[in-house]
């Protein structure tokens, strides 16, 4: 009766969430391909799911008096999964994920890269300062890491190093990223290529840099307890892809360009335009579909 009273919890919480209903206001959407539990439920026995649902609605009419029942509380199933917990209303209450090792320590790597600050004194981070300088003007000689020659990469100053204090060292290793592994893309962004172009147009690395700090308040990863499902989705996808931040990057970028085409933006709705596009990207990552950072649709843009 036990293991069955804990089906028929999670059996309820998959369906709020595979019909929405029971969710409003602020409630949390959890997209139906995204649930957690779905695969084993449906590895249940088809005996198993009538007792379920016999149960559920005995439950569900005994819980209708009561105006704060909840869906239970949160149950593991294996590792790596996410648990979600709503009260009847579709408020919002919690969200756990439970972690493997190797999921542990690829979130720790992604947690200390973020928490690098860029430094002028470090000859690694000098070193990756002219491999972007490289990968993005490969005939072209770098007189120096302050020099007036990087203002047409978009940096708002002759030294760049200045520009890198919003996100830290992780923000050049996503350009660098990008350049190397998407050129054409790379190139395209960093010359204007392509749409009806503003007279005023955004710089480039320094958006760049803003895009980097989108992805990680979107992601808020150093919040000890996961506030959103994307984050959650995030993890699942950083299991399987230790590249998976470095590719979310290009395509946020790939997006906010194509975004500032469609609304024909000036620089000074560069914040506007930010924001369109962290929900853009939010929205891709809770599709159905979208296991990969390479399932997203806008992932097609990059080439």
Not at 87 to 96: A, H, S, T
Not at 136 to 142: E, F, G, S
């Amino acid at each position: 009766m036990a293991i069955l009273t804990v089906a028929c919890s999670l059996y309820r919480q998959w369906e709020m969430a595979k019909n929405g209903t029971g969710l409003s206001g602020e409630g949390f959407f959890v997209p139906p391909g995204k649930w957690p539990f779905q695969r084993e439920l449906q590895a249940t026995s088809s005996h198993l799911i009538y007792e379920m649902k016999m149960k559920c609605s005995v439950d569900a009419a005994t819980n209708a008096r009561d105006e704060h029942a909840t869906c239970g509380a949160p149950a593991w199933i294996g590792r790596g999964l996410t648990c979600v917990c709503f009260n009847r209303k579709g408020v919002y209450q919690r969200i756990f994920i439970n972690l493997t090792p190797q999921q542990e320590e690829r979130v720790r790597r992604l947690k200390h890269r973020m928490k690098v600050h860029f430094d002028t004194s470090r000859t690694d981070h000098q070193a990756a300062l002219r491999a972007l300088w490289s990968a993005t003007y490969p005939d072209i000689k770098l007189c120096g890491l302050v020099s007036d020659q990087w203002k047409e990469m978009g940096w708002q100053g002759k030294d760049p190093s200045t520009d890198f204090r919003g996100a830290g060292f992780i923000s050049l290793e996503n350009l660098l990223f990008f350049a190397k592994t998407f050129s054409i893309s790379f190139q395209r962004l960093l010359k204007k290529q392509g749409g009806k172009r503003s007279a005023w147009e955004y710089p480039f690395a320094v958006a760049g840099v803003n895009v980097t700090f989108m992805i990680m308040q979107m992601l808020d990863l150093d919040n000890t307890k996961p506030r959103t499902f994307v984050r959650s989705v995030f993890m699942q996808m950083l299991s399987e892809n230790e590249w998976a931040f470095d590719l979310l990057y290009c395509v946020a970028f790939v997006i906010m360009d194509k975004q500032w085409l469609e609304r024909n933006a000036t620089y000074m709705e560069f914040n506007e335009v930010l924001k369109s596009t962290r929900a853009q990207v939010e929205r891709e990552l809770l599709m159905d579909d979208v296991l990969r950072i390479e399932d997203m649709p806008s992932y097609t843009l990059l080439c």
